[in-house]
């Protein structure tokens, strides 16, 4: 038990920056990511990285992890990896999915509001369920995704992004509220606005939205990758066993301070 973790979207940005602090924490690495183009560079750096600092205990997949299939696949390639032992943290920290608004020029289409909540929202609760049929999920394991301001603040093009945030975030209440019972929490960090590629494509004004929001921040900076990380390994320590569905702000109290 607790020897190694399950990154979603573990190449770049937050699930990133956890792969390599858990790596430093002694984990061994199992992670899915979805790079193409240039991405795989980015992807590439993280995955030697990774490896080095765990002695090659790193395992990285580069497919489609919201789907059906890949979930099948590779569950019994994650139980050999482990020996069959529990993970000690399902992390979904995949960002994929449509960013337009509701109505204007590219109104969201059905098919893209289906596909985004799917993959980042309802894909965290198939894992669940099919890690914790093999076993590989108990007593100690924790569950978490990342969500966002957004969760409950409108904001040009998050519409689709925003609706998947809430849905995973109840998918997270439901998890913990089912397996508290065999000592498997779940929980959700909430991230401050954070520079990493997802950011960039929210929207176009992205860079003065950082400006605003570090103006905006109690603590006049924003969020980075590590900030996160460093909440994640706090959250596996055995002191944070009883923290069950919650919402964890990392955020440098940004949620907290009104825009101006
Ligand atoms: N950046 C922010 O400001 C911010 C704030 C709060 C929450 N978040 C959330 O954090 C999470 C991670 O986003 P990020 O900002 O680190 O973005 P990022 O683009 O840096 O990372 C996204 C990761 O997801 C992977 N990925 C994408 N589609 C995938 C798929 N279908 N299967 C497997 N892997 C896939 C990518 O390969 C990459 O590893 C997202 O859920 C995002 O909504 C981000």
């Not at 602090?21 to 991405?39: N, P, S, T, V, W």
């Not at 919201?66 to 992390?91: F, H, N, R, S, W």
């Not at 997802?198 to 900030?227: F, Q, V």
């Not at 702000?249 to 907290?256: F, T």
Request: glycine content about 12%; charged content about 20%.
């Amino acid at each position: 038990m607790s020897e190694w973790v399950l990154i979603l979207g573990g190449s770049t940005g937050h699930g990133a920056a956890t792969a390599k602090r858990l790596a430093k924490d002694g984990y061994g690495i199992i992670a899915f990511h979805f790079d193409r183009g240039e991405a795989k560079k980015l992807a590439a750096e993280t995955i030697t990285e990774v490896n080095e600092t765990t002695g090659g205990r790193c395992h990285y997949f580069n497919t489609n992890a919201a789907a059906e299939e890949t979930m099948d696949k590779y569950i019994t390639q994650i139980k050999e990896i482990t020996g069959g032992e529990p993970v000690k943290l399902l992390l979904h920290s995949i960002a994929f999915g449509t960013t337009t608004n509701f109505f204007g020029e590219k109104p969201v289409t059905q098919r893209q509001m289906d596909m985004t909540v799917h993959v980042m929202g309802n894909a965290l609760l198939y894992w669940t369920q099919k890690l914790y049929a093999e076993g590989l999920l108990a007593n100690g394991s924790r569950v978490m995704g990342l969500t966002s301001e957004g969760n409950y603040v409108a904001m040009e093009g998050y519409g689709p992004v925003s609706v998947a945030k809430v849905a995973m975030e109840a998918i997270i209440r439901q998890i913990g509220w089912e397996l508290g019972q065999y000592g498997i929490t779940a929980n959700a960090v909430q991230a401050g606005v954070t520079p990493t590629r997802a950011l960039t494509k929210i929207t176009e004004g992205w860079e003065a939205w950082i400006e605003n929001t570090k103006k905006r921040n109690p603590m006049r900076r924003n969020t980075t990758p590590e900030d996160v990380a460093g909440t994640i390994s706090m959250l596996l320590k055995p002191e944070a066993d009883f923290i069950n569905c919650s919402i964890i702000y990392c955020d440098g109290g940004e949620s907290r301070s009104g825009s101006f």
